[in-house]
């Protein structure tokens, strides 16, 4: 079974209650809040396309890559992915990366993810094509916990 797509989403949520309830509310803002998550490593098929987020079936297995974070009144935190595409001769792969912080600097963040994926295909005898990232951060204020993610999805 390979992934044909993929699709990211983020978000951020807060919770008087739990860490656990903050991650929720991300998933719900996620469109990914009444699936059955399942992380899995970071190599899609080099042909994968992004595609624009889609709904899932109530129950259904989804497999993704999160990068969360999570944090406490006062906390400012970050969480990332980067994807991006590597080859070696005519041989493709995408891979997909993660970073969080616990502080609010995009800049040291995407830096962050950019230097793991280099290094990624680098491993591997492979070059960056290509790449995109996305980030998600919060300040927790007016809650007890706060949480964000951003989420990569395989769809088969």
Same mark, same amino acid.
């Given at each position: 079974?390979? +992934?044909? &797509?993929?699709?990211? $989403? ?6 008087? $209650?739990?860490? #656990?309830?903050?991650?929720?509310? #991300? ?6 809040? &009444?699936?059955?998550? $399942?992380? %899995? ?6 042909? +994968? $396309? ?18 969360? &974070? ?19 001769? =005519? ?5 997909? %990366?993660?970073? /969080?912080? &616990?502080?609010?600097?995009? /800049? %040291?963040? *995407?830096?962050?993810?950019?230097? =793991?994926?280099? *290094? ?15 980030? +998600?951060?919060? *300040? @927790? ?6 949480? #964000?993610?951003?989420?990569? @999805?395989? %769809?088969?």
């Amino acid at each position: 079974m390979n +992934a044909k &797509n993929f699709f990211i $989403v983020k978000g951020a949520g807060l919770s008087d $209650v739990s860490p #656990v309830n903050a991650f929720d509310k #991300v998933l719900i803002q996620a469109g990914l809040d &009444n699936v059955n998550i $399942v992380p %899995v490593s970071s190599i899609i098929s080099g042909e +994968a $396309v992004e595609t624009p987020p889609k709904r899932f079936e109530t129950g259904e297995i989804v497999y993704t890559v999160i990068s969360k &974070n999570t944090g406490i009144r006062g906390d400012r935190i970050s969480a990332g992915l980067i994807w991006g595409l590597a080859s070696r001769g =005519r041989e493709k792969m995408g891979l997909v %990366v993660t970073a /969080q912080q &616990n502080f609010i600097d995009n /800049q %040291v963040l *995407e830096k962050s993810l950019r230097e =793991r994926l280099q *290094e990624m295909a680098a491993s591997r005898g492979m070059t960056v094509e290509c790449f995109k990232f996305e980030t +998600a951060s919060l *300040e @927790v204020q007016s809650a007890k916990y706060g949480c #964000v993610a951003v989420i990569f @999805v395989y %769809v088969f």
